[in-house]
């Protein structure tokens, strides 16, 4: 049985849309390399979206460690050139992970941060 309690709908009209743990998903079918990624169905809006939804992993075009590489690079404090230039990628595609990669932490981050009392 597969874990989806850090899953959420990524539907903006459904009713559960960014709730996780409700119990509305679950896999419908696997696709990618060896299978490895997950299609989510939602029940409670019948969505079908990928597991990688909303993450700098979606739809992209890199290979997964080089992702990986070039967020670590930045989060390092790694310039965008010399982050490009050690990963061996182009400094727009450096440009374009770290903002899809600040994106997705700052909806993790207001998501997951509460209100200080
Ligand atoms: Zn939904």
Redesign the pocket.
């Known amino acids: 049985m597969d874990d989806l309690s850090k899953f959420c709908?990524q539907?903006t009209a459904?009713?559960?849309?960014g709730k996780r743990g409700v119990g509305?998903l679950s896999v419908c079918n696997r696709y990618g390399p060896n299978n490895s990624r997950r299609m989510l169905r939602?029940s409670?809006?019948k969505?079908r979206f990928s597991e990688r939804k909303g993450t700098p992993f979606f739809r992209s075009q890199l290979p997964d460690e080089t992702v990986v590489s070039v967020l670590n690079h930045i989060n390092e404090g790694c310039g965008i050139r010399k982050t490009g230039r050690l990963v061996g990628v182009n400094k727009d595609t450096v440009t374009r992970y770290s903002l899809l990669a600040g994106k997705h932490a700052k909806e993790l981050h207001d998501d997951l941060v509460s209100f200080s009392p």
């Open positions: 709908c539907e459904c009713p559960d849309f509305n939602c409670s809006c969505a």
